[in-house]
């Protein structure tokens, strides 16, 4: 079984301070793990993905996770927030199996202070 | 870049009426997926889709839901009676030979 525990349901950092949002996860199997950002009413965008390959992965925006086997986290940082990052983040687990399901975490709502 | 496409983005309904959710996935993806989110909640996993059979549903997808690829091209949740409590956002995706999860959208479904 797979699962992932985010740290935080509600995170708030000034504008142009760092971001970090915590992600734990488990699982059975080498894990995909994912960080998708919701907008207020408007779908689920990728910000990044792990499969298997580096360990810090880079994704849009400017941010970057790092995949820590050790620690089973996957936590996204970015180094200045910006006002636009304001939304809900979710982490999510998957087996990497393609007809496989991803598992979300409950999301952490991250707030910009001005 | 290929897109999920779903439509309506927003639906209401009352209770005990029938709907059909809609979605495009991308073209040459084999695998299907519906979610649902409710407000303020996590996305969950509903059903998946493969050769046109159903490969794992969740607890959710009970007697009510049901999934149909119809025509090779749109891929359709249908709730047979919609209740209060089904009023959610409903998220497509697909997925193709080489991993690449793609989601819709959404649709926002509103039963009163």
């Known amino acids: 079984a797979q699962s992932v525990t985010q740290l935080g349901s509600h995170v708030s950092v000034s504008e142009g301070a760092l971001v970090l949002l915590r992600c734990n996860y488990s699982?059975?199997?080498?894990?995909?793990l994912f960080w998708y950002v919701q907008y207020p009413n408007q779908g689920l965008q990728l910000l990044l993905k792990?499969?298997?390959?580096?360990?810090l992965v880079k994704g849009i925006n400017g941010f970057e996770a790092e995949f820590k086997k050790s620690e089973t986290s996957f936590h996204l940082t970015k180094p200045s927030a910006h006002m636009s990052d304001a939304a809900e983040y979710f982490c999510?687990?998957?087996?990497?199996?393609?007809?496989?399901?991803?598992?979300f975490g409950k999301g952490t709502r991250l707030h910009i202070l001005p | 870049e290929p897109e999920v496409t779903q439509t309506p983005s927003h639906q209401v309904t009352q209770m005990g009426q029938e709907v059909i959710l809609r979605c495009v996935p991308i073209s040459n993806h084999l695998y299907f997926y519906w979610y649902r989110q409710i407000l303020g909640q996590k996305v969950e996993f509903l059903v998946s889709f493969y050769n046109n059979e159903i490969s794992e549903k969740s607890e959710i997808f009970d007697d009510q839901f049901s999934v149909e690829r119809p025509d090779g091209s749109n891929f359709t949740l249908k709730i047979r009676s919609t209740k209060l409590e089904d009023s959610a956002m409903y998220f497509c995706a697909s997925s193709g030979d080489l991993y690449g999860y793609t989601f819709g959208s959404g649709t926002r479904l509103t039963v009163v």
């Open positions: 999510a687990v998957s087996s990497g199996n393609r007809d496989d399901k991803i598992i």
């Open positions: 699982s059975s199997v080498p894990p995909y």
């Open positions: 792990y499969t298997s390959a580096a360990t």
